[in-house]
């Protein structure tokens, strides 16, 4: 595998369901990223993990929670979510670098929520 | 507030003509500008990235101009291809302690036609 990979793709899940996402880089990136992507509307950043550490959470409800056990995974565990969370979920991971720079985000191709 | 508009949602243009996709700004703070590509059931493709100190970026047929007097950039494709056919992001960077934080517009869908 290369990349950043996303599973599953597609979900559909009841508003009393938990479920997780799962993301994965081979890329030897130190930073990772989950963002939110509903229709006609940019994206949205939700979590950054830096060294495996949260840095930012952009004031996202607590029935999302994520989880960074090393600096290539990252978990997104889903609960008693709503219909308005259906919505395209997207991965992304770059290197940090401590000065200045650029810092390119790649993505995987996203997870697919659906809930009902 | 959104500090990243592209405020064409849509774009045609045919074959072998030049695209120009635009994208203003409101933040002076951002220092570097990307733009994505995303095709359907994809996430978004890095395209190429500008520096806010500069003014001019180019890599093949993709040049992307930056004018910060304006807070404007846009990305030129030329000559268009069927295969740029995609919706185009642009981003704008702003460093947060050790890792950038990007902030997104809308997206602009080209259409590359025969």
């Known amino acids: 595998e290369t990349g950043v990979t996303q599973t599953p793709r597609h979900l559909v899940m009841g508003m009393t369901n938990k479920k997780s996402l799962k993301c994965e880089q081979h890329l030897g990136h130190n930073a990772m990223y989950w963002y939110k992507q509903s229709a006609k509307k940019p994206l949205e950043l939700m979590f950054v993990y830096n060294f495996k550490e949260q840095t930012e959470n952009n004031s996202v409800p607590s029935r999302f929670s994520p989880e960074c056990p090393n600096s290539s995974h990252l978990f997104l565990h889903l609960h008693t979510l709503q219909p308005e969370d259906s919505a395209l979920y997207l991965c992304a991971s770059s290197q940090a670098v401590r000065r200045g720079g650029p810092e390119t985000q790649y993505f995987g191709p996203g997870t697919r929520l659906l809930v009902l | 507030d959104q500090q990243v508009k592209q405020n064409s949602p849509s774009l045609s243009v045919q074959e072998g003509r030049i695209s120009i996709l635009n994208c203003d700004y409101t933040n002076s703070m951002f220092d570097y500008f990307l733009w994505y590509k995303k095709y359907p059931a994809e996430g978004p493709t890095f395209l190429i990235s500008i520096s806010s100190i500069k003014d001019k970026n180019e890599d093949g047929r993709f040049t992307v101009f930056l004018n910060k007097s304006a807070k404007h950039l846009s990305l030129h494709i030329v000559p268009s291809q069927p295969g740029d056919s995609a919706v185009y992001f642009c981003?704008?960077?702003?460093?947060?302690?050790?890792?950038?934080?990007?902030?997104f517009g809308t997206g602009t869908r080209l259409q590359v036609t025969l």
């Open positions: 981003a704008a960077s702003a460093r947060t302690g050790t890792a950038s934080k990007l902030t």
